[in-house]
């Protein structure tokens, strides 16, 4: 992450992440570092009239964002 107040420990990062994305139930998991914060994508199921789909979704996850769930 640029600038120093930006950089933080990756283990506690990734941790947090790992637990959105299981919240989320995703699979199939790309993780991508960028200026203002992380982007995350990945395969949820949806229900549809059809039935069940997979469906890829993508969130970007600023610094703010991170911290906060870091905390928790």
Same mark, same amino acid.
């Given at each position: 992450?640029?600038?120093? &107040? $930006?950089?933080?420990?990756?283990?506690? @990062? #990734?941790?947090?992440? =790992?637990?959105? *994305?299981? &919240? $989320?139930?995703?699979?199939?998991?790309? @993780? #991508?570092?960028?200026? =203002?914060?992380? *982007?995350?994508?990945?395969?949820?199921?949806?229900?549809?009239?059809?039935?069940?789909?997979?469906?890829?979704?993508?969130?970007?996850?600023?610094?703010?964002?991170?911290?906060?769930?870091?905390?928790?």
């Amino acid at each position: 992450m640029p600038g120093s &107040e $930006k950089k933080g420990n990756y283990g506690a @990062i #990734l941790l947090a992440i =790992g637990n959105h *994305i299981q &919240e $989320k139930g995703w699979r199939d998991i790309c @993780i #991508l570092e960028v200026d =203002g914060g992380m *982007i995350v994508q990945g395969t949820g199921v949806a229900s549809t009239r059809d039935g069940y789909q997979y469906v890829m979704e993508t969130k970007l996850i600023s610094h703010d964002e991170l911290a906060k769930m870091m905390a928790k």
